[in-house]
């Protein structure tokens, strides 16, 4: 559909922003670019919010797995984590939405 192909999220504090089905780190869902881990999650239609926790005012990705990642699965889920370690939530920030052009 148009919006989802033209509207983006900008990271604030991560209430309003699915983790898994919403454009929110990159170009496409998190879903999409990790069809493996997703299926795996515990938790696939909860916000950003619910996926980690902060401790001092330093945030921790908390994912939680329904069944063990593989050893197959152990590359994507190195990137995975990668890509996750270079973003946190920021908690004096409203997420938004921002139209892609181009």
Known sequence: DWFG???SN???DGKDIGFWKEKWIGTEPLRDL???LYVKSALQPA???AMGTWDNNIWSWKLAWSVPI???ETAAAAEF???LDQVQPRKDSID???QEYG
């Open 34 to 36: 990790f069809p493996s």
């Open 47 to 49: 916000n950003l919010s």
């Open 70 to 72: 593989t050893e197959s």
């Open 81 to 83: 984590f990668l890509l």
């Open 5 to 7: 192909t033209n509207v």
């Open 96 to 98: 938004r939405q921002q």
């Open 10 to 12: 900008v990271l604030g």
